[in-house]
């Protein structure tokens, strides 16, 4: 059974309406950030979620740990129901599912000392107090490469990578078993984020966790994780093994997104696919498959029919009417 | 190749509260006609300040306080601002980071566009109906120049209308209006998705094959720099610590800060294997002491990096800047 379970899990939010709007009656405009998401997270792996700005990643992230609730869908982890829990209920179910965020500026209070910041996960679910806190907070905060001397200091006392040292200090001091890794690594210069990398997976090894870890950077997602989901406009495309994912994608968005990045060193193998257009917006999303506005591959009936996900391998699926054909934009650019 | 921009031992200070900042100190480069420079470097290491330098960008509290920046034969630092506001624009351009603050909220696209043209291009008729029509013509081709679709309707937009990408780039087709021969893109791509990302590098190496105009391309992205650029400048806290044939340096690079960079790059291929990050951060450029700006992080470092070290020589075309150059596996 695995430890997190997203079942069908919708997230809208509505858009906002002047009053000549209302009283003229035109339907009120929806946001569609995330629409019909399943996946599952096995205990101890590392599920990479990948995609571009406002396909709806961290909107995802949040809506699991219910920091948004979610229009439709269910959460179960390890076999209990997030979405149903009582607020009571969901606070203690929080000690073991945590988020580190991705700003390392924006989300530490500036005006808390790193004890405060740190221990207060350890206040809320009443697990320690006092100098039992601090002390444990001490050994937190060493623990993520920082020192305890410096448990009085302000956020704008330390750099950017030392502040996400802060952050997932924070994330880790109630012991949880799941942490929600929200682009953790992006506000960070490249020597900081490989430092940070490598904490969070000796973490994970250590002490056992299972990350949800969205980021748009695929070098990073195929470098950590187990296995990969890559969304678009709110659904996820394709999922499965990193491996299958990254070296056999087979939903062309998947193709675009991984031909553009840049390489470095080796010649590129394969052929560069280019994506036309920018992303629609997801007030008005296209109707049928929501990529055959840009995909260089769509037929007629890929805009009034939406492709079912459909598996291609061990745990590797993905949704696109024309995977039986074995095209590739890959082999077509070559 | 002819030499286009020598940049000579510059150095730019910024007098801050928390002590004299020598954010460039002692730049030396070359980019020749046509050439596409990579320059990287981590926040702070002084890549933009060293391009702002050579722009004349830089105001109170920075101040240039020695060395040379000769463009196409001129000394550009002994121009008279009017001169320099008359080479700006028309013979360098610069792109900045993030266009939404960098273009002006209030004017429409093609009101933009227009001031360069108007500001930069004498070939424009005299009259004023001719000059008008033959202006609106020329915003329309840079526009439809940097593929922006139907840019007679979206002259009269304003930025806000446009998407990330589309505002990258209106802010090059604005760089480019009066052809210059040189373009400096200041992390073109930073803000931008990986697919917009890179329609915008392909427009930019499009662009300058087409218009043989020279590139220097800003960035903190070692892959970038990898596909586009023909060679590379690496700096690290104000001072270029390697530089030399793109490929060159990424295989083989000789410096151990840029060695060290290219091992923090996680990559797919490297799954399982740990990453080798470079410890520690970068110095504080306050009150630095006159030695090997690296010295307090490198796997290299030895007693004797406790002095200041020129560039050396490292192969046909290539310099770096350490004492263990030879050293170097």
């Known amino acids: 059974m695995s430890l997190l379970q997203v079942t069908d899990l919708s997230m809208h939010y509505q858009g906002r309406q002047s009053l000549v709007q209302r009283l003229s009656g035109n339907p009120q405009s929806v946001v569609r950030a995330v629409e019909g998401v399943s996946l599952h997270v096995e205990k101890g792996e590392v599920l990479g979620l990948i995609g571009e700005s406002g396909c709806g990643k961290s909107t995802l992230g949040r809506a699991i740990l219910r920091l948004h609730e979610p229009t439709a869908g269910k959460v179960l982890f390890d076999n209990s129901d997030v979405t149903a829990l009582s607020p009571p209920a969901l606070k203690a179910m929080r000690r073991r599912m945590q988020i580190i965020f991705q700003d390392p500026y924006a989300s530490l209070n500036p005006r808390r000392t790193v004890a405060e910041i740190v221990g207060l996960p350890l206040a809320l679910h009443g697990i320690a107090m006092g100098d039992k806190a601090r002390e444990i907070t001490a050994q937190v905060l060493e623990r993520v490469g920082l020192r305890s001397s410096q448990l009085d200091r302000y956020p704008h006392q330390f750099s950017g990578g030392q502040r996400q040292r802060i952050g997932i200090a924070r994330a880790l001091v109630s012991n949880p078993e799941f942490i929600v890794c929200d682009e953790p690594v992006s506000a960070l210069d490249v020597s900081i984020q490989a430092q940070i990398i490598a904490l969070l997976l000796e973490l994970k090894r250590e002490l056992g966790l299972t990350y949800l870890f969205i980021s748009h950077d695929i070098s990073v997602i195929g470098y950590l994780s187990d296995r990969v989901a890559v969304m678009y406009l709110g659904e996820i495309v394709e999922t499965g093994p990193v491996a299958a994912v990254l070296d056999n994608p087979r939903h062309p968005y998947t193709q675009s997104l991984l031909s553009a990045v840049p390489e470095i060193g080796a010649k590129r193998a394969k052929g560069r696919v280019r994506l036309q257009g920018d992303l629609p917006s997801p007030l008005n999303p296209p109707k049928g498959c929501k990529f055959h506005t840009r995909c260089p591959l769509a037929i007629p009936m890929c805009q009034t029919i939406v492709p079912v996900v459909q598996t291609l391998g061990e745990g590797h699926q993905a949704a696109c009417h024309r995977l039986d054909e074995g095209l590739s934009l890959l082999d077509g650019a070559r | ?329």
Do not use: W
């Open chain 2, 1 to 329: 190749m002819t030499l286009l921009l020598e940049v000579t031992n510059l150095c730019t200070e910024f007098n801050t509260r928390a002590g004299l900042v020598r954010a460039v100190d002692g730049v030396s480069l070359r980019v020749s006609r046509g050439e596409c420079l990579g320059v990287v470097g981590e926040s702070g290491s002084g890549k933009s300040v060293t391009f702002a330098s050579v722009m004349g960008l830089v105001r109170s509290p920075g101040r240039i306080t020695h060395g040379m920046i000769f463009f196409d034969g001129r000394e550009l630092r002994d121009m008279s601002p009017d001169e320099m506001r008359a080479t700006r624009g028309r013979d360098i351009a610069m792109t900045m980071q993030d266009a939404l603050t960098a273009l002006n909220p209030a004017l429409t696209v093609g009101e933009q566009l227009s001031e360069v043209l108007i500001a930069h291009d004498e070939t424009l008729p005299a009259g004023r109906a001719a000059r008008r029509v033959a202006i609106r013509d020329k915003c329309v081709e840079m526009l439809g120049l940097v593929g922006i679709p139907s840019p007679q309707s979206r002259l009269a937009q304003y930025p806000h209308e446009f998407s990330g990408g589309m505002r990258q780039r209106i802010m090059i087709a604005i760089a480019l209006a009066c052809r210059p021969k040189l373009l400096i893109a200041d992390e073109p791509t930073t803000a931008l998705d990986v697919t917009i990302q890179a329609q915008v590098l392909e427009l930019i190496s499009d662009i300058r094959a087409r218009l043989g105009m020279a590139v220097v391309l800003i960035t903190h992205d070692l892959g970038v720099v990898a596909e586009h650029c023909d060679r590379v400048m690496v700096m690290y806290a104000g001072q270029v610590v390697e530089e030399g044939p793109t490929e060159q340096v990424i295989t083989q690079p000789r410096h151990p800060y840029t060695r060290g960079l290219l091992a923090s790059i996680p990559r797919p291929a490297m799954r399982g294997q740990p990453l080798t990050p470079i410890n520690g951060q970068v110095p504080d450029l306050v009150g630095l002491p006159p030695q090997c700006r690296f010295q307090s992080r490198c796997p290299m470092a030895r007693p004797e990096c406790l002095v200041e070290v020129p560039m050396f020589d490292a192969g046909p075309d290539r310099r770096a800047r350490c004492l263990r150059l030879e050293d170097m596996p």
